[in-house]
């Protein structure tokens, strides 16, 4: 048996793995309501990701940075988890979030897509702190 020939199986694992983890996400990711609109679509940048297909949860660690357009909203995190089911952002680790020229900084900050509502939390010793810009 060639040394081809005995790596092949494990080429084929790999590869069946690939489509399969991009079959998840497209599950995850692909909603027919939403495609015709890509105003609705979030982007999630870090410098580790992953997804799973059966619970519906993208965390991602590292770098991470979060713009949603629609809602006119930019993050940045430690650590942040998407439950697209509930439709719902967990941010974890220095989360920063900026909101038309306004701004919040926490710890800890769980965002309600639907509701447009935001919960942060901080440790004891560093309290939530946010800017509003005032308009006159």
Same mark, same amino acid.
């Given at each position: 048996?060639? %040394?081809?020939?005995? !790596?092949? =199986?494990?080429? !084929?694992?790999?590869? $069946? +793995?690939?489509?399969?983890? +991009?079959?998840?996400?497209? /599950?995850?990711?692909?909603? =027919?309501?939403? /495609?015709? &609109?890509? !105003?609705?679509? @979030? ?5 580790? #990701? ?9 965390? *991602?660690?590292? $770098?991470?940075?979060?713009?949603? =357009?629609?809602? #006119? @909203?930019?993050?940045? /995190?430690?650590? /942040? ?12 680790? %220095? ?9 919040? #900084? *926490? &710890?800890?900050?769980?965002? @309600?897509? %639907?509701?447009?509502? @935001? ?13 509003? !810009?005032?308009?006159?």
């Amino acid at each position: 048996m060639s %040394d081809f020939e005995m !790596r092949a =199986p494990i080429f !084929r694992l790999r590869v $069946n +793995l690939v489509c399969i983890t +991009l079959l998840g996400l497209g /599950a995850i990711f692909f909603n =027919p309501s939403q /495609a015709q &609109d890509q !105003r609705q679509s @979030l982007t999630l940048r870090a410098d580790i #990701q992953t997804a799973n297909a059966k619970t519906g949860i993208i965390t *991602a660690a590292g $770098n991470v940075q979060i713009v949603y =357009p629609e809602h #006119q @909203l930019k993050a940045t /995190a430690t650590k /942040a988890q998407y439950f697209s089911r509930e439709r719902r952002i967990l941010m974890e680790g %220095d989360v920063l979030i900026e909101h038309e020229g306004n701004n919040i #900084q *926490a &710890d800890k900050i769980t965002y @309600l897509i %639907d509701e447009g509502q @935001l919960k942060a939390e901080s440790e004891a010793v560093k309290a939530v702190e946010t800017n509003v !810009r005032i308009s006159e």
